[in-house]
């Protein structure tokens, strides 16, 4: 099956601790995406990156870091800066820029809740 | 910068009606715009990308529409169904410094009564 997977998909984390999402995609997409989405409010960017060892800050960034060292897999650390990280956080990829159709896909998704 | 808008936020309707999901952009120099739908707790489904250069494009009982020039689009449901209750929401990518980001509306909360 060609997806994109997250995990974990509910994450606790204690105030000043650092956590790690998972997002691993199996589309061979060059571009993959970490948005945030709270309630009432459309999909933020965080981090995007358009190809392997690249990205760039979305609209969001602070408080967040990322890597793409391989191509399959992008992972998001959301650090004690961020001082507010309770939220939904939706990892999506897509063929990437160039490409005819550069259609989006989205993972399932990991809640975080800070306690 | 984008903005996106959809119009209603909110919708219930009796099953078996025919109902149209509104987005509008601002900036209409986009290459394609795409719905997804999402229910809740989960993540976004691609129902249909538009290319710049079409008018529209359909699958199944969803009909999608693009006007570029007036930044809209529109999201058409035939025959609506409880299974399609969820939020529907559209999305527009910009090219900005050589990299594009997407831009999603809020969405429209659709219910769909039995």
């Known amino acids: 099956d060609g997806g994109i997977t997250q995990s974990p998909k509910y994450l606790f984390r204690k105030e000043g601790q650092n956590v790690t999402l998972s997002c691993e995609q199996n589309l061979n997409h060059d571009a993959m995406y970490w948005y945030r989405q709270d309630p009432g409010q459309g999909l933020r960017l965080i981090y995007y990156?358009?190809?392997?060892?690249?990205?760039q800050k979305g609209d969001i960034a602070e408080g967040y870091s990322v890597s793409r060292e391989k191509k399959e897999s992008f992972p998001l650390t959301v650090t004690s800066a961020q001082k507010n990280p309770t939220a939904f956080y939706l990892c999506?990829?897509?063929?990437?820029?160039?490409?005819?159709?550069?259609?989006?896909?989205f993972g399932p998704g990991t809640r975080l809740t800070v306690l | 910068k984008q903005e996106v808008t959809q119009i209603p936020a909110a919708l219930s309707v009796p099953e078996g009606e025919n109902l149209v999901l509104n987005c509008s952009f601002t900036d209409s120099a986009i290459y394609n715009l795409q719905w997804f739908r999402q229910d809740p707790g989960k993540g976004l489904t691609s129902l249909l990308l538009i290319q710049s250069s079409q008018r529209e494009q359909t699958s199944g009982r969803l009909n999608a529409s693009l006007d570029k020039s007036s930044g809209r689009s529109t999201l058409y449901i035939a025959a609506s169904q409880p299974g399609d209750s969820a939020t529907y929401l559209c999305?527009?990518?910009?090219?900005?410094?050589?990299?594009?980001?997407?831009?999603f509306g809020i969405g429209t909360k659709l219910q769909v009564i039995p």
């Open positions: 990156s358009q190809i392997v060892n690249d990205f």
């Open positions: 999506a990829s897509s063929p990437g820029q160039g490409t005819v159709r550069n259609e989006q896909f």
């Open positions: 999305a527009v990518p910009l090219v900005s410094g050589g990299y594009q980001k997407v831009t």
